[in-house]
């Protein structure tokens, strides 16, 4: 079992940044980041590879968000610059114990979840 514990959302106008966290409790090989709005489906935003040699972004984030790892502290973080108003919602980290050369955007892909950190950005 893996706890995951994300931090670092609160409330920002738009053009702003924020950076999430995700600590885990023991060394994980693949982590994701996700985001959900009240009836919509979960949508992966970032996620970095066992070893964090490789990264991969959704369209809508690409070139603001950046997901990177500090394996000594078993902690993930999300950069979120430029961030806009459709960037608000509820973001999740993801790990899973299965290595990957590639990085993974797929919900499925993922065992542990953390519980949420809100993101709001205002405009």
């Known amino acids: 079992q893996v706890q995951l514990v994300e931090s670092g959302g609160g409330s920002v106008q738009a053009g702003g940044s924020l950076r999430l966290s995700c600590a885990a409790s023991?060394?994980?090989?693949?982590v994701g980041w996700f985001r959900q709005v009240p009836g919509k489906e979960r949508e992966g935003v970032a996620a970095?590879?066992?070893?964090?040699?490789?990264?991969k972004y959704a369209d809508s984030v690409q070139g603001r968000f950046s997901v990177s790892q500090d394996n000594g502290q078993n902690t993930v973080y999300l950069q979120m610059n430029r961030l806009k108003p459709e960037d608000t919602a509820m973001y999740y980290c993801a790990a899973s114990d299965r290595s990957t050369y590639w990085p993974v955007l797929a919900a499925a892909w993922y065992t542990y979840w953390g519980q949420g950190t809100q993101v709001t950005v205002s405009s």
């Open positions: 970095i590879a066992s070893g964090g040699s490789k990264t």
């Open positions: 023991r060394g994980i090989y693949s």
